[in-house]
């Protein structure tokens, strides 16, 4: 895996992630550049959009985790795995636009991240999963990859029949890499149904920081 290079650090004083209100929300402002990313994703922050103009930053409390022992893989999604093709890193930016169509429930991603996490991508800090059904993109996700960390971002998949499970079989082939790779922490930021059927697991925030603090060491 190439080393990614390491941008201009931040102009930013970012608060401590133990400040996070019950909500999880730590403080509003800042910026997209590179060096705040990186720096908030290294202190256990990440952000999201509030109304059109102002940027959150988030540690919730618990936080969702998919340990990379614990990933669990049922007889239909095991058929699935065989009937996709995944890929990684190929179509980044377009991976990010189909996680935030706006008709999608909490379609949130808009220009100004893709174009801030796409830089992100070309410094070699943040990656994509593509998975494929018949050459055809049907499902994907993303996030950004600090040492052993791994902090996923969103996913998507294409409507039934064709996109079934192709988001599952993304985050089937995140943790392999990981493993592959020298992995220790895959963090999903919030649980969901979803995300609890392939094994993720709530952590209190406590507990977060301490793994965070290992695997980006």
């Excluded at 618990?62 to 990379?68: D, E, T």
């Excluded at 971002?153 to 990981?178: C, I, N, R, Y």
Aim: with cysteine; net charge neutral; hydrophobic share 40%.
């Amino acid at each position: 895996m190439t080393a990614p290079l390491e941008p201009e650090p931040t102009n930013w004083q970012l608060p401590s992630a133990t400040t996070a209100d019950e909500h999880g929300l730590v403080g509003v402002g800042a910026d997209l550049a590179p060096g705040t990313l990186l720096a908030a994703y290294r202190a256990g922050l990440f952000p999201m959009p509030m109304g059109r103009r102002r940027l959150g930053w988030w540690s919730p409390d618990p936080r969702g985790v998919l340990p990379l022992d614990g990933v669990r893989v049922s007889r239909s999604l095991r058929a699935s795995l065989r009937r996709f093709e995944v890929r990684r890193d190929t179509r980044f930016s377009e991976v990010m636009r189909r996680c935030g169509d706006p008709r999608r429930p909490h379609g949130w991603i808009n220009d100004e991240f893709v174009a801030a996490y796409t830089l992100l991508h070309e410094l070699g800090w943040a990656h994509s999963f593509e998975v494929y059904r018949d050459d055809v993109l049907v499902g994907g996700l993303y996030g950004v990859r600090i040492g052993g960390l791994f902090a996923g971002e969103s996913m998507f998949h294409a409507d039934p029949p064709a996109g079934t499970d192709a988001s599952k079989v993304a985050v089937v082939a995140t943790v392999q890499w990981l493993r592959d790779t020298g992995g220790q922490l895959f963090d999903v930021q919030w649980s969901t149904p979803h995300l609890a059927s392939l094994g993720v697991i709530d952590v209190p925030r406590t507990d977060y920081l301490r793994r965070l603090a290992t695997a980006t060491a």
